[in-house]
């Protein structure tokens, strides 16, 4: 079941520069979107979402975009800080916006971001 | 800033024991989850719980396993005859209503023997 899929299983950037993580989806019935960075040890923490309403949310240093005809989104975190080395893992659900439901979500495998000081 | 907490970090029991998973969810979330993660696979959804009672659950989540949440501030997870197969990290997740984020605990990693 390959539904959310990150195919960069890692990634190294410099400190200070721009980090872009990928991520493809293939069930169209996905309206929310969420990315979560995990240390070791630890749960996953949420950083940011988005709906399918909307094609780009920033917070701070993280931009998520999401391209609906593509089934593609992208985290962009800017600038890069060696504190956020961690496994990103991109996250997917079917009923982010059906009003108050519980909902399940789809992960991706997660890509390790290395950022080098 | 609230957490979810588990409880215990690390569990090991052998093959066929029952073992139970404890969480507190944040405490004005509704929703409360269970998720777990094999080792170098993907974080995949168990059971999600609302008003008492489970909204949905997975392939995996057969007989073996149940959840309950017996006062107003724990959730439970538990297997009833572990497996070797069993053996991963468990994650508890709640939000609060609406399309909001999950939010995690830091899991309990569950190894059978």
């Known amino acids: 079941d390959q539904q959310v899929k990150q195919n960069s299983p890692s990634l190294s950037v410099q400190e200070g520069r721009i980090s872009i993580l990928n991520c493809d989806y293939t069930n169209s019935m996905f309206d929310y979107f969420l990315w979560y960075k995990k240390y070791p040890a630890e749960g996953p923490t949420f950083l940011i979402s988005?709906?399918?309403?909307?094609d780009k949310n920033e917070d701070g240093r993280f931009t998520v975009f999401l391209n609906k005809s593509a089934k593609h989104l992208s985290l962009h975190i800017v600038p890069s800080q060696p504190g956020d080395s961690a496994v990103y893992f991109c996250a997917a659900s079917a009923r982010g916006y059906s009003g108050g439901s519980n909902y399940k979500l789809t992960f991706g495998k997660g890509t390790l971001l290395t950022v080098n000081p | 800033e609230p957490e979810v907490t588990q409880t215990p970090s690390h569990q090991v029991t052998q093959m066929g024991q029952e073992v139970i998973l404890r969480c507190v969810p944040i405490s004005n979330h509704l929703y409360f989850y269970w998720y777990r993660q094999i080792l170098g696979q993907k974080v995949e959804f168990l059971v999600s719980f609302y008003n008492n009672e489970i909204s949905e659950k997975s392939e995996i989540f057969d007989d073996q396993f149940s959840v309950e949440r017996p006062d107003g501030s724990n959730f439970t997870l538990k297997i009833r005859s572990t497996k070797l197969e069993d053996s991963a990290m468990y994650f508890c997740a709640s939000h609060r209503a609406g399309p909001s984020p999950l939010h995690f605990g830091n899991g309990t990693r569950l190894t059978v023997t």
């Open positions: 988005i709906s399918s309403i909307k």
